[in-house]
């Protein structure tokens, strides 16, 4: 075969296209390519590097010349479509179908850069006007700059050489980066953890701060069941998303402003107006939903002076709540009740300051006086606008230090990505997935690719770190990665977020 | 590699301004020019690899540039002039037509000969076992019932477009027309001089953008030569910082070849070559 072409080009006439006998002929051909065999370093004019060079070059040459041969019924016959610049096929598609064509009105097209591909693989003809078309046709017909160019075709059969999925990117089809915040896996695992563990209908409620409600409310009260206060409780007091989120501890403190033995001198403190007023316990109606059978199916709206301001409560329905708690007697075990008398003794005898507070307005003041006192630290630095980055009075981790006097924070790709002006400049041209996962792949379907390619050129500018951050966030899942195309070559490049390692742990 | 003169005119297409060669006689013309390119396409033996390319060849800007100073490279007509489509396409049907019936005629033969060859060897295997006669009645009962089916046909997935001047007189028509393009940017000359002079000198030139350089230099045909040389192409006033030039050196050392730093002059193009010593 190779020879036949040879003798052709030897004459003073060539023709690229073959007679019916080279046709025939071709069907037998090898698909074995010669090796190169080692290069060597310098010509030095021997008669045996001549020949070696004349016989790679013969190699060369019939290589590059040979033309594609195919059987008919090998071949998908296609329409080529400039108005829409796709290709129809006219009989059913090969295998190619799986990772590649769409169907639209029922049928079976492909895409320009897709088509050609399976050209040059001899998988597919192409017909324009009731004539075969040419790969050289191919490449000036169905190659557009304004979405898959010379060089980006470059890329893509590159990467469908080497077996990978290629598809276009379609930024209309990938989820905002919105709509991708609201899909956070982890923050649905969170729920989801939460939901089991509480078993209670109140999701919104965070754990640990469940937990601490859940410590008070034994605490307090003799209930049967510590699960079903929280959510109940969460209802029709409101007072529980305000307990000074700081900590749990905090939060058992401020339990005994209940308690009827409550200091009642107020000599201390400078009380509100309303400070006294408001403290009257047989007043403060306390519900207990879960042993107290005599009460009606509504609770009565909490005096509006105990809620710190901002907030109005109305009248709560609780029947419906009372059906959904459980009623049983927790048990304890004599350990268990032990340690929950050892918790509460330790809450009500630590902070009598805080006990004398009246209301949550004295409580407030309390804490910002304590955090002025707090000793070591020189009042003057902390008078002004601008204060010490850390107060060196207050306990944390080595990590967490380093971390707040970090003036200058890394920062990642994505931050601020949002907030960019769009330019046009950069494009995500590709989707690719890898090749092993072919086998199972849907067209429908296509899951999370591998990379996204953006395809630029030696000549062309190197993208800016807002370009970066753009196609970042337009990528979302993916890593973007350059396919830089220099003439023949094509070089990958990624640009990744880099953490600078630390040795301090917590 | 005979060189005829004047050399073959090329006829380069242009795929949004990229100048490829699509017929293999041009491509040996531009590579008996020392020449080299760059292959895009997709082998035909073997599509699916990367290792190998096939036609179009795509032409460094500097190739296009010499070959149509040296008046070997007209552009060749665009697609968009689908004239004589009517004609072609009756001459393609023609040519199916005859293709098939000439290629059944092959397919009988060839299954006569197996024929031939498997009742051949049977019978020097068995002694006497088949006559002539029966070899007769197979052949003529293959003769009778004997149909080349249309899937069976072999055909020809074209690379290069039909319907083009193949022959040198259309070529010399093209010449006549010139139609080329204007290339010239300013700053592709410095590129373009150190192009022409190492060409001048007998060297083959690729693109050498992986190496970060303008070009890769090889002594002789890059099928059988290792590069020697990264050429950097830098105007004569042109300044370069230190790291650079620094960083391009250790590359160099690393792929085992020399850094030029190519400058045209007035007169000539100066050369320098950059090595790391390796000196600790």
């Given at each position: ?84 610049q796709i ?11 799986q990772t590649m064509g769409f ?7 492909l895409l320009p850069e897709e088509?050609l591909y ?24 169905f190659l557009c700059s304004d979405t898959v160019g010379l060089q980006q075709y470059q890329v893509y059969g590159h990467l469908k050489r080497l077996g990978y999925v290629v598809h276009r990117f379609d930024p209309s089809s990938e989820p905002s980066s919105y709509a991708r915040k609201l899909n956070l896996p982890q923050s649905r695992d969170k729920a989801g953890r ?12 965070t ?182 980055l ?9 990590g967490e230090l380093l971390d707040k006097i970090s003036v200058i924070k890394s920062t990642h790709l994505l931050e601020g990505a949002s907030r960019l002006k769009r330019s046009d400049e950069w494009r995500i041209c590709f989707n690719v997935y890898q090749p092993d996962t072919v086998a199972d792949f849907k067209k429908s379907n296509p899951g999370k690719p591998y990379s996204r390619m953006c395809v630029c050129s030696f000549s062309g500018p190197v993208p800016d770190l807002r370009d970066i951050k753009q196609l970042a966030l337009q990528s979302g899942n993916a890593p973007v990665v350059f396919a830089v195309v220099d003439y023949g070559d094509i070089s990958f490049y990624t640009f990744k977020d880099f953490q600078l390692p630390t040795d301090v742990f917590p | ?15 949004h301004s990229a ?21 895009l ?9 990367n ?156 693109s050498a953008g992986k190496f970060g350089g ?27 910082p230190?790291l650079d030039?620094?960083a391009v050196?250790r590359l ?29």
């Open positions: 075969m190779a020879d036949q072409n040879k003798t052709d080009t030897e004459g003073k006439f060539y023709s690229e296209i073959l007679s019916p006998s080279e046709l025939f002929a071709a069907r037998s051909r090898s698909h074995k390519i010669p090796v190169k065999g080692q290069k060597e370093f310098f010509p030095d004019n021997s008669e045996e590097q001549r020949q070696r060079l004349e016989q790679s070059l013969n190699e060369h040459w019939s290589l590059i010349s040979e033309e594609r041969v195919e059987r008919l019924g090998n071949l998908v016959k296609a329409l080529w479509i400039p108005s829409e290709v129809e096929l006219q009989s059913p598609a090969g295998k190619f179908w169907s639209a009105n029922g049928k079976q097209c088509a399976l050209m040059e693989c001899g998988n597919l003809q192409v017909f324009y006007k009731d004539l075969p078309l040419s790969i050289q046709d191919g490449y000036e017909r939460q939901l089991k563990r509480k078993r209670s209908p109140s999701p919104s409620l754990s640990s701060r469940a937990e601490a409600q859940d410590e008070s409310t034994t605490e307090k009260m003799e209930v049967e069941d510590k699960y079903s206060h929280v959510g109940e409780e969460d209802k029709k007091l409101p007072a529980s998303p305000l307990t000074p989120p700081t900590s749990s501890s905090d939060v058992s403190r401020g339990q005994t402003w209940w308690m009827t033995d409550i200091p009642r001198d107020r000599e201390s403190h400078q009380a509100s107006t309303t400070g006294s007023s408001c403290w009257d316990f047989s007043a403060i109606s306390f519900p207990d939903l879960g042993s107290s059978s005599t009460l009606s199916g509504c609770l009565d709206p909490p005096d509006p002076l105990l809620l710190p301001g901002g907030f109005t409560v109305g009248v709560c329905d609780v029947a419906s709540w009372r059906q959904k708690i459980n009623q049983r007697e927790v048990k304890m075990s004599s350990k268990e009740q032990m340690r929950e008398e050892e918790k509460r003794r330790q809450g009500r005898d630590v902070d009598k300051e805080v006990q004398q507070c009246r209301n949550w307005a004295e409580y407030q003041k309390l804490m910002v006086r304590r955090q002025e006192q707090c000793e070591g630290r020189p009042a003057h630095l902390w008078n002004t606008e601008v204060t010490p850390h107060d060196p009075t207050q306990p944390i981790s080595t | 590699m005979e060189e005829e003169d004047p050399p073959p005119v090329v006829g380069l297409s242009l795929c100048p490829l060669l699509w017929r293999a006689p041009d491509l040996r013309a531009v590579r008996s020019q020392g020449l080299v390119g760059a292959l396409g997709s082998l035909p033996r073997t599509p699916r690899q290792g190998r390319l096939g036609r179009p060849l795509l032409l460094l800007p500097e190739e296009e540039r010499l070959l149509t100073e040296h008046r070997a490279a007209a552009a060749l007509p665009d697609h968009d002039q689908d004239r004589g489509w009517v004609e072609l396409r009756q001459q393609h049907e023609e040519e199916q037509q005859r293709n098939f019936e000439e290629q059944s005629v092959l397919a009988l033969e060839d299954r006569k000969a197996s024929l031939l060859r498997a009742m051949t060897s049977s019978l020097t295997q068995s002694g006497a076992g088949t006559t002539d006669e029966d070899l007769r009645g197979h052949l003529e009962a293959l003769d009778r019932n004997f149909s080349f089916p249309c899937a069976a046909l072999a055909v020809q997935l074209s690379t290069t477009r039909a319907g083009l001047g193949y022959c040198p007189e259309a070529r010399a028509l093209l010449l006549a027309d010139w139609p080329m393009r204007e290339l010239d940017a300013p700053s592709c000359d410095t590129r373009y001089q150190v192009f022409r002079d190492l060409r001048g000198r007998g060297f083959y030139l690729t303008d070009f890769l230099v090889y002594p002789g045909d890059p099928l059988r030569f290792h590069a020697h040389f990264i050429a950097v192409c830098l105007a004569l006033d042109e300044s370069l230190l030039v620094l050196a160099g050392s690393n792929v085992k070849k020399t850094v030029l730093l190519c400058s045209p002059g007035t007169d000539r193009v100066r050369y320098t070559s950059v090595q790391w010593s390796g000196m600790v």
